[in-house]
Nanobody, 112 residues
Framework: QVQLVESGGGLVQPGGSLMLSCRASGTISTIYLMGWYRQPPGKQRELVATISKGGTSMYADSVKGRFTISRDNAWITVYLQMNSLKSEDTAVYFC??????WGQGIQVTVSS
């Protein structure tokens, strides 16, 4: 079992930056992939970015060049650095582990 807790969300103006953190606990040794998903208002949940145990990362086209996913070497914390934020980035962001574990979600609102 892995537990995930997100932090760092909030309100930011268009063009601004925000960093999300996801802290994992439990059987961390079983983690091979972590990622961030988001669910915009009235829409389905979508993939934002993932990072593998080997450090390989991938991004949705909509965030490439603006978002960066990273992790600490102990696999305890995964980060999502979000730059040049747009109104369409407004969503509840969820941390995910091995596709099967989810955090509770955290709100990110991009608005002036």
């Amino acid at each position: 079992q892995v537990q995930l807790v997100e932090s760092g969300g909030g309100l930011v103006q268009p063009g601004g930056s925000l960093m999300l953190s996801c802290r994992a606990s439990g059987t961390i040794s079983t983690i091979y992939l972590m990622g961030w998903y988001r669910q915009p208002p009235g829409k389905q949940r979508e993939l934002v970015a993932t990072i593998s145990k080997g450090g390989t990362s991938m991004y949705a086209d909509s965030v490439k060049g603006r978002f960066t996913i990273s992790r600490d070497n102990a696999w305890i914390t995964v980060y999502l650095q979000m730059n040049s934020l747009k109104s369409e980035d407004t969503a509840v962001y969820f941390c995910n582990c091995n596709y099967g574990y989810w955090g509770q979600g955290i709100q990110v609102t991009v608005s002036s």
